[in-house]
């Protein structure tokens, strides 16, 4: 079992910057790939980034490349998402999630074993 609490998230004006930050607990951390979704209001959960065990692997969602950036400190046992240039359209509710498969960074939720509260991230115009 893995737990996993967000933190970060908030208020910012478009063009803005934000660091998430997610927390784990539990299994051994660098034992898992780790992932970012968001979902707004209204839609469905969509995949914003990924990163394997080590973190020599990422993988981010079209939407995002060149903005947002993705990393892990295993020693820490959290994984960061830096998210520069904000747009309205990246408000949303930001989920980490823990995937306990090798060998891959995987953009699929239904990938993902574990999953945290959510952070709310709101961009204004």
């Known amino acids: 079992q893995v737990q996993l609490v967000e933190s970060g998230g908030g208020l910012v004006q478009a063009g803005g910057s934000l660091r998430l930050s997610c927390a784990a607990s539990g299994r051994t951390f660098s034992n898992y790939n780790m992932g970012w979704f968001r979902q707004a209001p209204g839609k469905e959960r969509e995949f914003v980034a990924a990163?394997?065990?080590?973190?020599?692997?990422?993988r981010y969602a079209d939407s995002v490349k060149g903005r947002f950036a993705i990393s892990r400190d295993n020693a820490k046992s959290t994984v960061y998402l830096q998210m520069n240039s904000l747009q309205p359209e990246d408000t949303a509710v930001y989920y980490c999630?823990?995937?306990?498969?090798?060998?891959?960074?995987?953009?699929?939720?239904?990938?993902?074993?574990?999953w945290g509260q959510g952070t709310q991230v709101t961009v204004s115009s």
């Open positions: 999630a823990a995937d306990r498969s090798p060998f891959r960074a995987s953009s699929d939720r239904n990938d993902y074993d574990y």
């Open positions: 990163i394997g065990w080590t973190g020599g692997y990422t």
